[in-house]
């Protein structure tokens, strides 16, 4: 990912949204996406199931 255009967090949430995006990169942006942003997706059927799971994973360490 090219680092002026993952500076943005719009870029950065519509990228995790988008399901044709790389596993890889939407799981390391997941990291950076608000709360509000995380529960969306893991409830979203638009993302791919390990994006879901990667933004579950991740709001269960952010509650700990």
């Known amino acids: 990912s090219t ?14 949204e988008n399901p044709k995006c790389p596993i890889a990169i939407a799981t390391k942006l997941i990291i950076h996406l608000r709360e509000s942003d995380l529960r969306a997706i893991s409830r979203s059927k638009n993302v791919t199931g390990p994006v879901q799971q990667a933004a579950r994973q991740h709001l269960e360490r952010r509650k700990r």
């Not at 680092?3 to 995790?16: D, H, N």
């Open 3 to 16: 680092p002026e255009f993952t500076q943005s967090y719009v870029v950065k949430k519509s990228l995790a």
